[in-house]
């Protein structure tokens, strides 16, 4: 199995809302990515968990709340998000973070649009 | 800086014939590079990288990338282009982060667009 699930496939929200992205992958895999992509742009790193901690944050707003539950579980809280936040966001997973260059792979997305 | 660069926004090739999608890299020290293609509305899938050893890395459905030392470029290349093949392709570059010693960063290009003609 080299799925990586998110859901939902969609998300509408207000800007006062809270809502949350899942992420979910059983391939073993011990580091996990949430990455944004807005229309027609490459994606941009958000979080890296390694080992369910967080090991990067890309100087991402408070408004974005990562979490990782377990090893095979990565959420995205999101709270008083603005329209600009409306992408696609991708979460992925891969055997390790660091050491040797390893392969991600990558959820379908959840496409995002903030009201 | 370290960056990856697809100087071309769009390929258009007709279907059997060879396909090529540029990248070209700057990196300091070994460069680990990758291709991912992505479908309208879906995540990027994995089709090939190259880490060391030999400069032609073979992929996924067909797919095949010479990294080129000399050149800094690692592009993409088909035989004979399928209508399926049309998607938006990313070259990416795996490069020591700066500020955290020991981690990686991912530096994606900004993606070529595949369009083959049947």
């Known amino acids: 199995d080299t799925e990586v699930t998110q859901t939902p496939k969609h998300l509408v929200m207000g800007m006062t809302n809270k809502k949350s992205l899942k992420c979910e992958q059983h391939m073993g895999h011990r580091a996990m990515y949430w990455y944004k992509q807005k229309a027609k742009k490459p994606p941009e790193l958000m979080f890296v968990?390694?080992?369910?901690?967080?090991?990067i944050n890309e100087s991402v707003p408070s408004r974005f709340s990562p979490e990782c539950p377990n090893s095979s579980l990565l959420n995205l809280h999101l709270h008083a998000l603005q329209p600009e936040d409306s992408a696609l966001y991708l979460c992925a997973s891969s055997q390790v973070f660091g050491g040797a260059p390893d392969t991600q792979y990558f959820g379908p997305g959840t496409r995002l649009t903030v009201l | 800086a370290q960056s990856v660069a697809q100087p071309e926004d769009q390929v258009n090739v007709a279907e059997g014939n060879p396909l090529t999608v540029k990248c070209t890299y700057s990196?300091?020290?070994?460069?680990?590079l990758f291709w991912y293609v992505q479908y309208p509305n879906r995540g990027l899938q994995f089709l090939l990288k190259y880490i060391t050893g030999d400069n032609l890395v073979k992929g996924s459905y067909g797919f095949e990338a010479e990294f080129n030392k000399s050149q800094t470029s690692f592009h993409l290349k088909k035989p004979s282009a399928l209508v399926s093949d049309s998607a938006l392709y990313f070259c990416a570059v795996r490069v020591p982060r700066r500020t955290t010693s020991g981690t990686y960063k991912y530096i994606f290009g900004t993606g070529t667009r595949l369009k083959v003609l049947a």
């Open positions: 968990y390694s080992y369910e901690k967080l090991s």
């Open positions: 990196v300091s020290g070994n460069p680990y």
